[in-house]
């Protein structure tokens, strides 16, 4: 494995089925009653946050303190980045402090691979602008293993606001390298000119798609990142691209729906379909914490899996 992950082309295949297998491993320890293992003692990981997150920065932190690593939590608000300090002084400073894993989230897409260039322990990218979110397909990968078992030749449909979702392109990069068809439904205006180099089909009808998928996909419509019109209304989004009861009804009977989250109940999503059982929405967060100490487990070079119970 390479010792950044900052993209999931980052990922050969083998690389991406040893983390799957190596959560799995870890699923079975996080089963125990005590959930710790000694396999990161003595190892710092920095939770660089400049981005608001609920889901990922908790669970790099609840991962890294059940590998027993020590845990530094850096949030923008509140540090000296206010006072105007870069990104390179606030990572050199960090890097004073001996971090050997940096985790880190920002609005700038590049912000991790600028970083890693700075910094000499593994630098993990938490979500960079519209960029990517290697560890949240990662995370996405393992559900969809364990609803569907291999993902070779399933049928992934990812429906919404491609243009602002670095989970989408994520998803798309490590689910073509395991084997899965990958179809995009959204509007032509939030799609990014380079999807048609992209190793998935696009689709702008989704009636047309979701019949023959194993697994929905909902994204989030970011408003936070749209400074334009980019559908008439949210009445008419909904209408043509969220997952209400009627649309939901028509899926296979064994297909899963998946949302990242934070979710817009009632826009790209019913509430009712959020919460079916064939939602994996609050699985994946479950399923966040595994992955992610897969991933700093193989990225920080841990002690043998088998250590056994603290
Ligand atoms: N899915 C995801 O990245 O959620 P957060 O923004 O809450 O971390």
């Known amino acids: 494995m390479k010792r950044h992950l900052i993209s999931a082309a980052d990922l050969s295949r083998d690389d991406a089925l040893l983390i799957l297998d190596t959560a799995e491993e870890l699923a079975k320890i996080s089963d125990r009653s005590i959930k710790k293992l000694p396999t990161l003692r003595g190892r710092t990981v920095v939770n660089l946050f400049f981005e608001d997150s609920t889901r990922t920065r908790i669970s790099f932190e609840a991962a890294a303190k059940r590998l027993s690593a020590d845990v530094i939590n850096f949030s923008a608000k509140g540090s000296s980045v206010s006072k105007g300090e870069s990104l390179k002084d606030t990572a050199l400073t960090l890097e004073a402090m001996g971090a050997d894993g940096v985790v880190i989230r920002h609005s700038a897409s590049g912000a991790p691979y600028r970083l ?105 419509v970011q408003r936070e990142r749209m400074n334009a019109a980019f559908f ?79």
């Open 232 to 310: 008439p209304t949210e009445r008419e989004y909904s209408r043509r691209y969220g997952l209400d009861r009627e649309r939901f009804a028509r899926l296979k009977d064994d297909a899963v729906v998946m949302h990242p989250g934070p979710m817009n109940r009632g826009m790209e999503i019913a509430a009712e379909v959020a919460d079916s059982p064939r939602s994996t929405i609050v699985e994946q967060v479950a399923n966040g914490v595994t992955t992610r100490m897969a991933v700093l487990y193989l990225l920080l070079g841990g002690a043998d899996l088998g250590g056994g119970d603290q």
């Open 116 to 220: 890693a260039g700075w910094v000499r322990g593994s630098v993990v990218n938490a979500g960079d602008g519209t960029h990517e979110h290697p560890t949240q397909a990662l995370l996405d990968a393992y559900t969809m293993r364990r609803r569907l078992g291999s993902l070779e030749g399933r049928r992934v449909t990812i429906v919404g606001d491609v243009l602002h979702s670095r989970v989408a392109r994520s998803n798309v990069l490590l689910l073509s390298t395991l084997g899965a068809e990958v179809t995009l439904v959204a509007p032509p205006t939030l799609l990014p000119v380079s999807v048609a180099s992209w190793p998935c089909e696009v689709s702008y009808d989704l009636d047309t798609v979701l019949p023959k998928s194993d697994v929905v996909m909902m994204l989030r």
